[in-house]
């Protein structure tokens, strides 16, 4: 429809609003577990201070034994895994969806 008439604008840049959507998501999900796995590094490091009270240093390990049982992953809706092999393998799939679609038009 919208080649008939030369106007191809529009959905393209739909499209392109819609993937942009999904890899700031796919990225952000990806910066949140880089953040959990940093944090049980900088616990550790607290931990090894030699001047810790020790309610400050049961609350610490409090911390560590529940980040180190915590693994942070996201999904949609437990069907895939929102991550950055996520993001190249869809792409990937986008890609070879619209040369396809390229090559039959």
């Not at 840049?13 to 998501?25: A, E």
């Not at 590094?41 to 049961?58: A, C, K, R």
């Not at 915590?70 to 619209?98: H, M, N, Q, V």
Request: net charge negative; charged share 10%; proline share 3%.
């Amino acid at each position: 429809y919208y080649q008939a008439q030369g106007n191809f604008m529009e959905p393209l840049l739909w499209w392109l609003g819609k993937l942009s959507l999904i890899v700031v998501l796919t990225l952000c999900c990806h910066m949140a577990q880089n953040e959990s796995s940093a944090t049980m590094f900088y616990v550790q490091n607290v931990l090894l201070q030699p001047n810790l009270s020790g309610d400050v240093q049961e609350e610490l390990l409090g911390i560590f034994s529940f980040m180190s049982n915590l693994k942070l992953r996201f999904s949609a809706c437990g069907i895939f895994r929102l991550d950055l092999p996520f993001l190249g393998t869809f792409i990937g799939l986008i890609s070879s969806y619209i040369l396809v679609m390229l090559q039959l038009n």
